[in-house]
T-cell receptor
Framework: SQKIEQNSEALNIQEGKTATLTCNYTNYSPAYLQWYRQDPGRGPVFLLLIRENEKEKRKERLKVTFDTTLKQSLFHITASQPADSATYLCALANAGNMLTFGGGTRLMVKP | GAVVSQHPSRVICKSGTSVKIECRSLDFQATTMFWYRQFPKQSLMLMATSNEGSKATYEQGVEKDKFLINHASLTLSTLTVTSAHPEDSSFYIC?????????????FGNGTRLTVT
């Protein structure tokens, strides 16, 4: 069966450090993989999209990698700040299909 | 740009009543909108795809007579939870994509917290 797995345990890091979140998937051949941020009681906000033929994508302090061999995406936040504390969701879909979301990883950045 | 507005943000209703949730794309047209349900500390579960001018497409296990979807215009989709019961209490979120492609980034409303007493 198709699965998207994100670490369900919260990730606690110190301000200024790099946060790395993992998204693993099975039985998908995604053309794209997306990352979203969700704050409590709010809808998700789109952050980054990476295509299957891209190894890495950057946006300001964010970096996403996409390894289709390992079936894994890593999401990095450098120089993390308390304001980065939120739940981060990865989402992907096979071509022509709906986006499916992982369970999300909660990030807590401590000052 | 690409703002999706969802209303109401919170609603409390009595068991057996119906509740309507609105999802509007404010600055773009959306032929397709998506409705999700999210339980605490769980992922977004796609309920249905709302198609402008035609019937919604429901995911397996979602009762179409229970969750009525109407997409009467290019900027408005509504989800009506009919004869609500306490187990319908959840966080409902809609989304849409300006590009309209299934793999395009989605813009989400801020969700509706439904509590059925």
């Amino acid at each position: 069966s198709q699965k998207i797995e994100q670490n369900s345990e919260a990730l606690n890091i110190q301000e200024g450090k790099t946060a790395t979140l993992t998204c693993n998937y099975t039985n998908y051949s995604p053309a794209y993989l997306q990352w979203y941020r969700q704050d409590p009681g709010r809808g998700p906000v789109f952050l980054l999209l990476i295509r299957e033929n891209e190894k890495e994508k950057r946006k300001e302090r964010l970096k996403v990698t996409f390894d289709t061999t390992l079936k894994q995406s890593l999401f990095h936040i450098t120089a993390s700040q308390p304001a980065d504390s939120a739940t981060y969701l990865c989402a992907l879909a096979n071509a022509g299909n709906m986006l499916t979301f992982g369970g999300g990883t909660r990030l807590m950045v401590k000052p | 740009g690409a703002v999706v507005s969802q209303h109401p943000s919170r609603v409390i209703c009595k068991s057996g009543t119906s509740v309507k949730i609105e999802c509007r794309s404010l600055d773009f047209q959306a032929t397709t909108m998506f409705w999700y349900r999210q339980f605490p500390k769980q992922s977004l579960m796609l309920m249905a795809t709302s198609n402008e001018g035609s019937k919604a497409t429901y995911e397996q296990g979602v009762e179409k007579d229970k969750f009525l979807i109407n997409h009467a215009s290019l900027t408005l989709s509504t989800l009506t939870v009919t004869s609500a019961h306490p187990e319908d209490s959840s966080f409902y979120i809609c989304s849409a994509s300006p590009a309209g492609h299934y793999n395009s980034p989605l813009h989400f409303g801020n969700g509706t917290r439904l509590t059925v007493t």
